[in-house]
């Protein structure tokens, strides 16, 4: 159903006999641009620390902060309000604007990592500059709130971006951080991905399950799914045409997650996709007098028969133990397998 369709019969308007203006019939979304691959970052490069979503006020997320950019043989340059963010919402929105503009801006910084998620892009999405964002590709960071970001640059800047760990979160072990260097410091394809070793291979902490087998190849799209839920019916709402999806969430019950794959699914966003992969949902297993249903019940009913390769476990999202993923690159899933294998680098050498 098109837009005019929509509203003509959310508002009752629409009849039977209703007919839809040529107009309205021919329109289509515009054309995604041309993906543009940010250059690969090197030792000595200048990096951008900015902070787009819940306030920092402990000094000490500056020290992880530099301590994880420092280890990637990176400088660190700390944005003007990453520490001193206005109470007032207004002000707050322009103050965090400014400080993605002047890195995106800067020929003298190389990538931009957000420091952290939680809350905050919802309020200044709208207002970036992407053509600004496409006149300077660069390295960009981050997942959770930061999906909201990564969904609007795809749409409207066409640039690969980077869901992954950010620097000033608490726990950052050698995992996360060699996945983020392989991501961001090198040409190469990141190839098949592979979860931590497990210590217990009985008890595995990411168990990896086939949920639907099969094979597919498309371009990889996704992050959190409260955001992606969120953002449907915006202008940044996530194309699954012919894609690999992924998902992932943190502290959401089963009946919750539930309710968001239905929204996606009966958008047609779920059975467009190529292939799913269930990222690591964390603490979300927890039922509730709302559903008695597990988080895996969750997924084989809504996922299990869309006929396309789905399966679960790969540690993306809220784990301390994180993969780092170029956002529209090629990937293919091999979901008997229970793999996801990146075809092209995120970056360019």
Same mark, same amino acid.
């Given at each position: 159903?098109?837009?005019?369709?929509?509203?003509? =019969?959310?508002?009752?308007?629409?009849?039977?006999?209703?007919?839809?203006? &040529?107009? &309205?019939?021919?329109?289509?979304?515009?054309? $995604?641009?041309?993906?543009?691959?940010?250059?690969?970052?090197?030792?000595?490069?200048?990096?951008?620390?900015?902070? *787009?979503?819940?306030?920092?006020?402990?000094?000490?997320?500056?020290?992880?902060?530099?301590?994880?950019?420092? &280890?990637?043989?990176?400088?660190?340059?700390?944005?003007?309000?990453?520490?001193?963010?206005?109470?007032?919402?207004?002000?707050?929105? $322009?103050?965090?604007?400014?400080? =993605?503009?002047?890195?995106?801006?800067?020929?003298?910084?190389?990538?931009?990592?957000?420091?952290?998620?939680?809350?905050?892009?919802?309020?200044?999405?709208?207002?970036?500059?992407?053509?600004?964002?496409?006149?300077?590709?660069?390295?960009?960071?981050?997942?959770?709130?930061?999906? *909201? *970001?990564?969904?609007?640059?795809?749409?409207?800047?066409?640039?690969?971006?980077?869901?992954?760990?950010?620097?000033? *979160?608490?726990?950052?072990?050698?995992?996360?951080?060699?996945?983020? $260097?392989?991501?961001?410091?090198?040409?190469?394809?990141?190839?098949?991905?592979?979860?931590?070793?497990?210590?217990?291979? =009985?008890?595995?902490?990411?168990?990896?399950?086939?949920?639907?087998?099969?094979?597919?190849?498309?371009?990889?799209?996704?992050?959190?799914?409260?955001?992606?839920?969120?953002?449907?019916?915006?202008?940044?709402?996530?194309?699954?045409?012919?894609?690999?999806?992924?998902?992932?969430?943190?502290?959401?019950?089963?009946?919750?997650?539930? $309710?968001?794959?239905?929204?996606?699914?009966?958008?047609?966003?779920?059975?467009?996709?190529?292939?799913?992969?269930?990222?690591?949902?964390?603490?979300?297993?927890?039922?509730?007098? %709302?559903?008695?249903?597990?988080?895996?019940?969750?997924?084989?009913?809504?996922?299990?028969?869309?006929?396309?390769?789905?399966?679960?476990?790969?540690?993306?999202?809220?784990?301390?133990?994180?993969?780092?993923?170029?956002?529209?690159?090629?990937?293919?899933?091999?979901?008997?397998?229970?793999?996801?294998?990146?075809?092209?680098?995120?970056? %360019?050498?």
């Amino acid at each position: 159903m098109d837009l005019w369709n929509r509203r003509a =019969l959310l508002t009752g308007v629409a009849t039977a006999g209703a007919v839809v203006p &040529a107009a &309205a019939q021919s329109k289509a979304p515009p054309p $995604r641009p041309k993906m543009l691959h940010p250059a690969m970052l090197r030792p000595g490069d200048r990096v951008a620390v900015i902070n *787009l979503s819940s306030a920092i006020y402990d000094p000490a997320a500056i020290t992880r902060a530099r301590s994880v950019i420092e &280890a990637l043989g990176l400088v660190p340059e700390f944005s003007a309000h990453i520490l001193n963010r206005s109470r007032d919402f207004k002000a707050s929105a $322009r103050e965090r604007l400014a400080d =993605l503009h002047t890195a995106v801006s800067d020929p003298n910084i190389k990538g931009v990592f957000c420091a952290r998620g939680g809350y905050g892009v919802s309020e200044i999405v709208a207002d970036i500059d992407y053509a600004l964002i496409r006149r300077n590709p660069k390295v960009m960071v981050g997942f959770s709130d930061v999906t *909201l *970001l990564h969904l609007a640059i795809q749409n409207r800047a066409g640039l690969v971006t980077f869901h992954g760990r950010m620097p000033a *979160l608490t726990k950052f072990p050698p995992y996360s951080l060699e996945a983020l $260097r392989r991501a961001v410091c090198s040409p190469d394809a990141l190839g098949r991905l592979a979860n931590p070793e497990e210590p217990n291979s =009985l008890r595995p902490l990411y168990p990896l399950r086939t949920i639907t087998p099969g094979a597919a190849t498309g371009r990889l799209v996704g992050g959190n799914l409260s955001m992606i839920a969120a953002a449907m019916g915006t202008p940044w709402e996530i194309d699954t045409q012919g894609a690999i999806f992924f998902f992932e969430d943190v502290d959401e019950q089963p009946y919750s997650v539930a $309710r968001m794959l239905f929204t996606l699914r009966q958008a047609g966003k779920l059975n467009q996709a190529a292939a799913i992969v269930v990222g690591v949902c964390a603490n979300c297993e927890k039922t509730s007098d %709302a559903s008695p249903y597990s988080l895996n019940e969750v997924f084989e009913d809504i996922l299990g028969d869309l006929k396309i390769p789905v399966f679960s476990g790969l540690a993306l999202g809220h784990t301390d133990d994180q993969l780092t993923v170029p956002l529209g690159v090629q990937a293919r899933v091999d979901a008997g397998a229970c793999t996801l294998t990146l075809l092209e680098p995120g970056v %360019a050498a």
